[in-house]
Each structure stands twice: as C-alpha cells, then as structure tokens.
C-alpha cells in the first residue's frame, strides 16, 4: 500500500507496534474490497488517503482499531476540516468497521446506529446544455469534444470514462460497456454526434489502451483547462449530475436513472430530483412585490 504520509507519521510515534498493526488491518482491509467487491483505484486510493490517518491517530493514545470507540471515531472526526471532508472521512471509516464486523474481528461496530455528519443541501453547480455545447466548440480536439459529449450522454464516473476499451464499443448499438463501483457491469448509450467526434479521433488513434490516450488525471486537466478558458463549471462529476438532472427533467423515470448510473440505491437519484423540483418552482414563481 502506499503509505508515504503514514511513514512519516510512524516516525513520530511512540507506539509503533500498535500502529503496525492498525496499518496492517487497513492493508487487509484493502486487500478484501478488492478481491471481494472490486475496489476500483480511485476507491483504493481514497481510502488510502483516509483511514491511515484515523490508525495513526488512535495508535498515538496506544489504541488499536479493535479496541477503538465511539468517541475515538468523533474525536478523530472533530479534528477533520470541512464538513464534506469530515462526511466522507466517515464514510471511509463506518465501512471499515461494518468490515471488521462481518469478519468477527470485532462484536460490534463503534460506528452502529452513529449519525454522519451534517452536510449542507446545496444546489451543486453544474453545465447548463446551452454552456455543454459551448465546450463542445471551444474543445480544440475531436478527442476532447467527444470525451465531454461521452459524459453527458451516459453520466459515467471518472474512472469507468478513462477506463474505455475499443473493444467495449459497440457501434451498431451505440452503445459502451464499463465496469463501475463493486465490478459491476454497466452500458451507457452515446449519440451521433458524440459517435461523430469519436469516430473522428479514432482515424488519427490508434488505441493501446484506453480509447482516449489519456488516463484519469489526463482527462481532469483537459476538463481543468477548458474551465479556465470558458469560465464553465467543467469537471468528471459535474457532467454526471447535468446528465442524471437532465435525465430526470426529461421524463426519464427515477429507476431508470438509478440503473444508467449505477447507484445502489435511489437516495443520490432522489437529490438530484429534489434539484429539478426547485428549479421548476422557482422558474414559476413571481416575486410578490414585483413592480408591474
């Protein structure tokens, strides 16, 4: 695992076996998403950024995760900033308990029945369609629009976007096939003018790899550099939610939209519709004192 933040930590700390050996249940822990539930790299890798942080901290007072409770988790959650942060870094460390558990290792999670933290319900910006087409024309590359028409058309996660083949392509269907979150399958439809752009850098490309060349990172600073040009909300994850809002205003029906995007459950599908009913209400609505 790469712990180069944790090395450094061990260093400092005096209790050193019982780090070790909180680091070693995190590698296991690792190890088991992976072969189990088909941890993709962005997961690993957050997780990685994560938990280590919350073993160092408990190995500090001389406390192992086995022994750690309830008050070691929001302890450790208080000195977390930002309230998303402090609500993902729960996350990461309710899964591992609920982990510990189903393995025996111990009776019961401390994070049982625990609230996550509050987050605010904001309205999350987004691409408008008329803002998508116009980075659609500012891309410089047949490769870049079709990569931003890619994410619009199927709402694809980061990772399932860098990780295309040629041979999950079928043409005929329009359609891609990629694996998202737990090594489940999952196909996204394209339209013709993405299958335009795609066709068109493909003449000039000739995949070893992923269809695009790029990889992650690559595709984020792409997406980085046209935001600073456009001055366009204009990143992976805010093309997924124009398309699951977009989706949803459309008619397209929630369960629906909970399938193209694999989701678990509707709780994320449900937000975003929450959002479109707020745009609807206030698109209808009139101030009371406005002048006529």
Not at 192 to 201: A, F, I, K, Q, W
Request: charged share 25%.
């Amino acid at each position: 695992m790469r712990f180069e933040l944790t090395t450094l930590c061990l260093r400092s700390t005096s209790n050193e076996a019982t780090a070790v050996n909180n680091l070693k249940l995190v590698e296991n822990y690792v190890n088991s998403r992976k072969a189990e539930r088909g941890l993709t790299n962005w997961g690993e890798q957050w997780i990685e950024t994560t938990l280590p942080k919350f073993a160092i901290a408990l190995a500090r007072n001389g406390k192992s995760l086995l022994t750690a409770t309830r008050n070691d988790v929001r302890d450790f959650l208080s000195t977390v900033n930002g309230v998303w942060n402090r609500h993902s870094y729960f996350r990461v460390i309710r899964a591992f308990f609920n982990w510990l558990e189903r393995e025996g290792s111990i009776k019961i999670s401390p994070c049982h029945k625990m609230q996550a933290p509050k987050t605010p319900k904001l309205v999350m910006p987004r691409p408008t369609l008329p803002e998508i087409k116009k980075l659609v024309d500012v891309a410089p590359t047949a490769r870049d629009k079709a990569i931003i028409l890619m994410m619009v058309d199927t709402g694809f996660r980061k990772g399932e976007l860098a990780g295309i083949r040629l041979t999950d392509v079928n043409w005929e269907a329009r359609t891609i096939k990629v694996w998202g979150k737990g090594a489940k399958e999952r196909v996204g439809k394209f339209s013709d003018t993405t299958e335009r752009y795609l066709r068109e850098h493909l003449a000039s490309y000739r995949p070893n790899g992923n269809i695009w060349g790029l990889n992650y990172y690559g595709i984020a600073s792409m997406l980085s550099r046209l935001e600073k040009a456009t001055g366009i909300t204009c990143n992976p994850h805010s093309f997924r939610r124009a398309w699951a809002i977009e989706s949803i205003k459309s008619g397209v029906n929630l369960l629906d939209v909970q399938v193209l995007g694999g989701w678990d459950d509707l709780e994320m599908v449900k937000r975003y519709a929450r959002e479109v009913n707020s745009e609807d209400a206030i698109s209808r609505y009139r101030p009371l004192m406005q002048s006529t």
